[in-house]
């Protein structure tokens, strides 16, 4: 059974970082489409970066956040830098065994496999 479980978030100031991790098990991160994605209050989910083909990223945080994955300990990550209020949102991360995107890297119902999310609040 494939799980994916989110973690590092918290409340940081604005202009702070963090870094976001996801362990999987039951599944192997190599040669698999993965990703980032967020839901701020009464907004719809969105996405923020993924692996494909290419590394993907959201106009919204580039050169600010950076997706990495250890494929020895089968954990990616998301690192998050000068963050900002806008930020703030649940971030969940996502996965799916399709060998390549059939649609842009952040639609959703290409990914299969879902964490619960973890929570990032940046206060101004």
């Known amino acids: 059974q494939v799980q994916l479980v989110e973690s590092g978030g918290g409340s940081v100031q604005a202009g702070g970082s963090l870094r976001l991790s996801c362990a999987a098990s039951g599944y192997t991160f190599s040669r698999n489409r993965l990703g980032w994605f967020r839901q701020a209050p009464g907004k719809e989910r969105e996405g923020v970066a993924a692996?494909?083909?290419?590394?993907y990223y959201a106009d919204s945080v580039k050169g600010r956040f950076t997706i990495s994955h250890d494929n020895a300990k089968n954990t990616m990550y998301l690192q998050m830098n000068s963050l900002k209020p806008e930020d703030t949102a649940m971030y969940y991360c996502?996965?799916?065994?399709?060998?390549?995107?059939?649609?842009?890297?952040?639609?959703?119902?290409?990914?299969?496999?879902w964490g619960r999310g973890t929570q990032v609040t940046v206060s101004s």
């Open positions: 692996f494909g083909e290419n590394t």
């Open positions: 996502a996965a799916t065994t399709a060998p390549y995107f059939t649609d842009s890297w952040f639609a959703q119902f290409q990914y299969k496999y």
